[in-house]
């Protein structure tokens, strides 16, 4: 019988989740960005490893909150948590122990988990050890730790082996031949919201949000039409910037990104809508797909 379960890839904001995640599937599908909290639902990437699959499941940072949306994004992560078979935990090595204290806190039902060092990059190995004999008072917790650089040391082997070990005997969940249960019209979504994290600064892309209203797919070319949500006027002058530039730069930034993806051309048209305040309230959260229920 063949290993297979759900994995729930957690940690703070920034912790490299998403980017781990694209590593390891060898496809560019969670949107990532350097500003936090840019992940906002779960979604599922699909990893085979030999004859075992691995569904991970990508989460919103752990953090807390009082803004409706970032509860939202809360409770997406702690469902993750409380409904799979293995937690991988990330944590960046210069990190104080703090968050994963609160982790082991959140983690209820004390689902086993793998501690990932991230971001081992950016210090010596002398650090590294460091900072794994602090977590030695934690042994008892969790079932390995390792340190990971998706830059250039780690090799997938180094954790899906260690992922697989922790699995149970189960049939496939999924298609094989298939990297995530999303749909394509989701992905082009995140493609876009990721774009505006890069092109906008400041506060401006935390309160946008992409509702796609249409995929073509015609003989030679995908056609996609996607109308971005902002919560007021000011903040549609900055996404469409002095004579439509900033819109260019989004729209081209989405566009290579899809095609990447894809491999077919792609003709991205974008519109910008204002919503007043859609992220304060549960109704306008709803009506963007945030079906918040506490």
């Given at each position: 019988?063949?290993?297979?379960?759900?994995?729930?890839?957690?940690?703070?904001?920034?912790?490299g989740k998403s980017s781990l995640l694209n590593w390891l599937?060898?496809?560019?599908?969670?949107?990532?960005?350097?500003?936090?909290?840019?992940?906002?639902?779960?979604?599922?990437?699909?990893?085979m490893h030999e004859d075992d699959q691995i569904v991970f499941?990508?989460?919103?940072?752990?953090?807390?909150?009082?803004?409706?949306?970032?509860?939202?994004?809360?409770?997406?992560?702690?469902?993750?948590?409380?409904?799979?078979?293995?937690?991988?935990?990330?944590?960046?090595?210069?990190?104080?122990?703090?968050?994963?204290?609160?982790?082991?806190?959140?983690?209820?039902?004390?689902?086993?988990?793998?501690?990932?060092?991230?971001?081992?990059?950016?210090?010596?190995?002398?650090?590294?050890?460091?900072?794994?004999?602090?977590?030695?008072?934690?042994?008892?917790?969790?079932?390995?730790?390792?340190?990971?650089?998706?830059?250039?040391?780690?090799?997938?082997?180094?954790?899906?082996?260690?992922?697989?070990?922790?699995?149970?005997?189960?049939?496939?969940?999924?298609?094989?031949?298939?990297?995530?249960?999303?749909?394509?019209?989701?992905?082009?979504?995140?493609?876009?919201?990721?774009?505006?994290?890069?092109?906008?600064?400041?506060?401006?892309?935390?309160?946008?949000?992409?509702?796609?209203?249409?995929?073509?797919?015609?003989?030679?070319?995908?056609?996609?039409?996607?109308?971005?949500?902002?919560?007021?006027?000011?903040?549609?002058?900055?996404?469409?910037?002095?004579?439509?530039?900033?819109?260019?730069?989004?729209?081209?930034?989405?566009?290579?990104?899809?095609?990447?993806?894809?491999g077919r051309k792609c003709f991205l048209e974008l519109f910008?809508?204002?919503?007043?305040?859609?992220?304060?309230?549960?109704?306008?959260?709803?009506?963007?797909?945030?079906?918040?229920?506490?």
């Amino acid at each position: 019988m063949n290993k297979c379960g759900y994995v729930s890839v957690v940690g703070r904001p920034n912790a490299g989740k998403s980017s781990l995640l694209n590593w390891l599937v060898g496809e560019k599908i969670a949107m990532v960005s350097h500003k936090a909290n840019a992940t906002r639902k779960r979604s599922n990437i699909i990893v085979m490893h030999e004859d075992d699959q691995i569904v991970f499941v990508d989460t919103p940072g752990l953090h807390e909150t009082e803004k409706l949306l970032n509860q939202f994004m809360l409770d997406e992560a702690l469902k993750a948590i409380g409904d799979c078979d293995l937690i991988l935990f990330l944590a960046p090595v210069t990190d104080k122990l703090t968050h994963y204290e609160n982790f082991l806190e959140k983690n209820k039902k004390n689902t086993k988990h793998i501690l990932l060092l991230t971001k081992i990059d950016n210090v010596t190995n002398n650090e590294v050890l460091e900072k794994m004999k602090e977590y030695e008072e934690y042994s008892e917790n969790y079932e390995a730790i390792i340190p990971v650089s998706i830059k250039k040391q780690t090799r997938h082997s180094d954790i899906l082996d260690v992922v697989v070990k922790n699995l149970p005997e189960h049939p496939y969940l999924y298609d094989p031949e298939i990297m995530t249960t999303e749909h394509m019209r989701d992905i082009f979504k995140e493609f876009i919201r990721e774009s505006i994290f890069e092109n906008i600064s400041d506060e401006i892309p935390y309160e946008t949000d992409v509702i796609i209203n249409r995929v073509e797919e015609k003989k030679d070319l995908d056609v996609v039409k996607a109308t971005i949500i902002v919560q007021k006027g000011t903040q549609k002058g900055m996404i469409v910037g002095k004579g439509g530039s900033a819109i260019k730069r989004i729209g081209k930034d989405a566009r290579l990104k899809i095609e990447k993806l894809t491999g077919r051309k792609c003709f991205l048209e974008l519109f910008v809508s204002i919503k007043k305040g859609w992220t304060k309230n549960k109704q306008g959260l709803k009506e963007l797909g945030y079906d918040v229920t506490f």
